[in-house]
Each structure stands twice: as structure tokens, then as C-alpha cells.
């Protein structure tokens, strides 16, 4: 009666319980398949069972908090097509020490936990958690649809401090991370359009990207059809570089008293203003009443940022062509070097400002990539973290372990 309940809860096809064993703090559940043994080269089924068969001892989903193991009787065959192996089941993977079931239970915990707190909860070694996640990705990335977007987006990520590029290429409109490339060279991004072929490539209308040579000559090539955009998350963060500069050296300029101010007002300076609190506010202002320079700075920041909110096409033309006017009025030589840089790229930002395309994707991109790469402590292992950006980025999010 018991091992007939125990059948039951136990759920796997064909699966009945013949024993249950209480080992320590582990159970072991002794069961056996009561469908014909199949040949899993050729399908052929074999009424009368093998002689040859042993047991296979694989992890299962724990019960009431102790860990669960099968006991499998697996039949050995020796079959005319020139198998010769073990019989498989459909909830246990060849050659694995655990059920279909416990593999993707442990996925869904990697998709939001460290392997290495995967491995701790579950008493498993990290190696073999590692591998969990990896085949779980793979898997998914098999299963999905292929985009066909019309507009993409080139952005490199630094792996470590230093000078180690990676490069994502997005598509910012379906929210899908196509590919993550090692390096920023021409020749390490052109093997994806490669890949993806004439029509792919002629069907991109835009291209989303930031001042980087080597991108605009590969997406020239390939993208013939494509325009290209520079984003105005780069040209703003070029900009806030610029007002850096000029901080730093306006404090090495100053008094000793006008010294004072400068302490610790460098991200004040880069921050949003929305975004600082009242005494954050008040040593800004204090600073930029001290210093002209950096207070004209200051206000040409802030428009720079208004020029891509322009409501049209038109307004954001205008704008732009006004911040350049002044920006040049201001004879700073600082912004000058910028305003140099705006004029070289003049033809990507006017496309980047017809097309007004939406950066959220981009920037948020950045950001969680950067816990991508702090969860994983820097991922050694180049294929592992594009794995784990595919599925952090492309693959259904886990709200629960119990949805499905
Ligand atoms: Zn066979």
C-alpha cells in the first residue's frame, strides 16, 4: 500500500517503488520500469528483459528536507543495430547522476544565485553546478526563436580593469542579447554578421553604437542598408569626461582657499541633478558660485542632456545646433576639444537624433552586466560569462520555483 502511495508521489513514467530505505539522512527509494526495455539507437523493444542489468544510484528532488536518491535497475543491451549500452529513460539523461527534474530544479536556482551558493544549499560541487547551468543555457538558447531586428546595438564591456574588451551586440527593440564577442577588433565582431548572413544583415536598418572605428567599419561592410547612430549615453558620458578634466584642473589652478571646494565634488558634478540630495545640492552650489568655468560647464551639461529630449526631429536639430554655438562661446578649451569631437561624428549624431531611438536598453545593459560580472567574481572564463549574459538577458526570468 505504502510503496503503491509512494508510486504515485513519485511521478516519473513508468517508475514503480519496489523498496524504500532510510540511509543516514539521505533516502533511497529502490524503483524499477515497467515498460519493455528499448534499444535507443534503433527503438527496437525487447519483450523478453536482458539478462544483464545493474543499479544506478541518481539524486532526485529532496523530500521533506532530506536529500533523495533512486535506486535504478537499468537493463544492459547488446542489440543487432550494434548498440551496446544501457537502457535510457526519458527523466534521467544518459550518463548522469541525477533525475531530468533535480538538473533543472538546480538550474533554476543558478539563474538567480552564484554557482557557488548553489553548490553550498544543495551539497553538490561546484564544478558539477557550473555544468548544470551551462547545459541549462545551452538548452535554452536552442529553443528559442531567432530576431530578425531592424535596428542593433554595439557595446563593448571592459571584463577587468584594464584593457580586457568584450563586445555585446543587442537588439534593442525585441530586448535580446545576440551576441557577445571576446575583443573589440573589426576581425572579432565580423565572424557574427558573417554568420548571420546577406539578408540578416541587409534587413538592419539601424545601427546603435558608440565612437569606435573598428564597429563603424564592420557595420559598413556588412550592414549595407543600415545607418549609423552614435548614442547619446556615450556622447554624454565623453561630455561628463571632458568636465572632469576640466575640474581637475581648475583645482590644481586654484588658491588655496578655492582648493576647499573641490573636495569630493567630483560625481556631484557628473551626477543628474535631479538625483542629489539637498547637502549634495548646496556644496555644488557653493562650488560653482566659486568657479565661472565650471558653473558654464555646468549649465551646458545639463542642455546637452535636453537636446535628445527635443519632442521632433526638427527641435532636436535645432537644439543641437544651438549647444554647439554656445559651447564654443564658453572658450573653454576642455569643451572646445569636445565640441571638435561632435563635428567629427556630426553625420551619426544627426542620424542618432532623427531616428531618436530609446537608450534604456543600452544603459540598463551596462548595469547589469556589471552585476553579471560581480556575482561570478570576474568570470575566468570567457564562454561562461556569455553564457550567463544570454541568460540573464534572453531567457524566462524565475519568479518562483513553483511556476512551472
Ligand atoms: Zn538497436
Known amino acids: 500500500m505504502e510503496l503503491k502511495l509512494l508510486t504515485k508521489l513519485l511521478e516519473l513514467p513508468g517508475c514503480v517503488v519496489k523498496d524504500i530505505i532510510f540511509q543516514g539522512d539521505e533516502i533511497l527509494i529502490a524503483v524499477e520500469v515497467e515498460d519493455f526495455p528499448v534499444c535507443p539507437k534503433c527503438g527496437q523493444v525487447y519483450i523478453k528483459a536482458p539478462k544483464d542489468s545493474r543499479t544506478q544510484k541518481v539524486e532526485d528532488l529532496s523530500v521533506f528536507g532530506r536529500r533523495c536518491f533512486l535506486l535504478v535497475k537499468k537493463y544492459r543491451i547488446d542489440c543487432d543495430c550494434g548498440y551496446c549500452g544501457t537502457e535510457h529513460h526519458q527523466w534521467l539523461d544518459p550518463y548522469q547522476r541525477f533525475t531530468v527534474r533535480y538538473r533543472k530544479w538546480i538550474y533554476s536556482f543558478c539563474k538567480r544565485m552564484t554557482g557557488i551558493d548553489v553548490a553550498r544549499i544543495f551539497g553538490i560541487s561546484k564544478h558539477t553546478v557550473y555544468r548544470l547551468d551551462k547545459e541549462g543555457i545551452e538548452e535554452e538558447l536552442v529553443s528559442q526563436d531567432a530576431v530578425k531586428p531592424r535596428r542593433i546595438s554595439i557595446d563593448e564591456i571592459s571584463r577587468k580593469k584594464g584593457h580586457n574588451y568584450a563586445t555585446i551586440i543587442s537588439a534593442p527593440d525585441e530586448k535580446k542579447v545576440l551576441e557577445v564577442v571576446k575583443g573589440r577588433k573589426s576581425e572579432d565582431i565580423a565572424p557574427f554578421f558573417k554568420g548571420k548572413g546577406i539578408q540578416w544583415c541587409k534587413n538592419v536598418q539601424a545601427v546603435t553604437m558608440y565612437a569606435w572605428l573598428a564597429f563603424r567599419k ?60 539637498e547637502k549634495q545640492q548646496t556644496t555644488l552650489d557653493e562650488l560653482l558660485k566659486v568657479n565661472m568655468k565650471l558653473y558654464k560647464a555646468y549649465l551646458l551639461r545639463d542642455e546637452f542632456r535636453q537636446i535628445f529630449d527635443g519632442p521632433s526631429v526638427h527641435s532636436r536639430l535645432v537644439r543641437q545646433t544651438n549647444w554647439k554655438k554656445r559651447a564654443k562661446e564658453v572658450h573653454i578649451s576642455q569643451i572646445t576639444e569636445f565640441v571638435k569631437k561632435i563635428e567629427r561624428w556630426e553625420p551619426y549624431i544627426r542620424n542618432a537624433l532623427r531616428g531618436n531611438y530609446s537608450n534604456s536598453f543600452a544603459e540598463g545593459l551596462n548595469t547589469k552586466i556589471r552585476v553579471i560580472q560581480r556575482m561570478a567574481y570576474g568570470y575566468k572564463n570567457f564562454d561562461y560569462l556569455r553564457l550567463k549574459i544570454f541568460q540573464q538577458f534572453n531567457s524566462r526570468e524565475i519568479k518562483s520555483l513553483f511556476d512551472g
Open 218 to 277: 564592420t557595420v559598413r561592410k556588412y550592414c549595407t542598408e543600415s545607418i549609423i547612430c552614435f548614442d547619446h549615453f556615450h556622447l554624454a558620458q565623453h561630455f561628463s569626461k571632458a568636465i572632469d578634466q576640466l575640474r581637475v584642473q581648475e583645482a590644481k589652478n586654484g588658491s588655496k582657499e578655492e582648493k576647499e571646494f573641490f573636495k569630493g565634488t567630483r560625481w556631484l558634478l557628473l551626477k543628474r541633478p535631479e538625483k542629489l540630495n
